[in-house]
T-cell receptor
Framework: AQSVTQLGSHVSVSEGALVLLRCNYSSSVPPYLFWYVQYPNQGLQLLLK??????LVKGINGFEAEFKKSETSFHLTKPSAHMSDAAEYFCAVRHSGGSNYKLTFGKGTLLTVNP | NAGVTQTPKFQVLKTGQSMTLQCAQD?????MSWYRQDPGMGLRLIHY???????DQGEVPNGYNVSRSTTEDFPLRLLSAAPSQTSVYFC?????????????FGPGTRLTVL
């Protein structure tokens, strides 16, 4: 069964600092991975997705994630945090086989950006 | 395109009442799903549909009912509301089977059961 674990339910950074949000996956087959962002009182929006075409994936708003098979990780990074990045971030893995339209989400990481 | 729309945005129910959360999409997506979001729990799948007339249970289906009579609409029914169903509910849709299909989310319905 596919699952994801997000390390750290709350991450706080200063404006301009590096953002690193951690996600580790468990999958018996090559995984398909996603990062979503949820701004306050809104629905989820796709940031980026890993499709096996490249291990370094670039997304919207300057975010990127690197797929590392040896570490079973798909951490999300941004070189310089902006106040507008404050939101909750979710890592998700696609199910395999006949249920490949279903996603399992991590529990989320709340990012706070301090001025 | 309006994308995925949900109504109402907010709802307060008393224990035992029933209600229907509405979800509609105008992107001709095959796949639609309902999630609930609770603090520290992420999103958990309630029910999903892979096309009109086809529905199935997700991770937490108890106390909820769904039907899919058209491609566009996927209502979620609470049969007899309980305080444990206080949550934020999200509807999502995607093109269907496929590794890279992005799920598009609605803005959510915040439900409180007293």
């Amino acid at each position: 069964a596919q699952s994801v674990t997000q390390l750290g339910s709350h991450v706080s950074v200063s404006e301009g600092a590096l953002v690193l949000l951690r996600c580790n996956y468990s999958s018996s087959v090559p995984p398909y991975l996603f990062w979503y962002v949820q701004y306050p009182n809104q629905g989820l929006q796709l940031l980026l997705k890993y499709t096996s075409a490249a291990t370094l994936v670039k997304g919207i708003n300057g975010f990127e994630a690197e797929f590392k098979k040896s570490e079973t990780s798909f951490h999300l990074t941004k070189p310089s945090a902006h106040m507008s990045d404050a939101a909750e971030y979710f890592c998700a893995v696609r199910h395999s086989g006949g249920s490949n339209y279903k996603l399992t989400f991590g529990k989320g990481t709340l990012l706070t950006v301090n001025p | 395109n309006a994308g995925v729309t949900q109504t109402p945005k907010f709802q307060v129910l008393k224990t035992g009442q029933s209600m229907t959360l509405q979800c509609a999409q105008d992107m001709n997506h095959e796949y639609m799903s309902w999630y609930r979001q609770d603090p520290g729990m992420g999103l958990r799948l309630i029910h999903y549909s892979v096309g009109a007339g086809i529905t199935d249970q997700g991770e937490v289906p108890n106390g909820y009912n769904v039907s899919r009579s058209t491609t566009e609409d996927f209502p979620l029914r609470l049969l007899s509301a309980a305080p444990s169903q206080t949550s934020v509910y999200f509807c999502a849709s995607s093109y269907g089977r496929g590794s890279y299909n992005e799920q598009f989310f609605g803005p959510g319905t915040r439900l409180t059961v007293l």
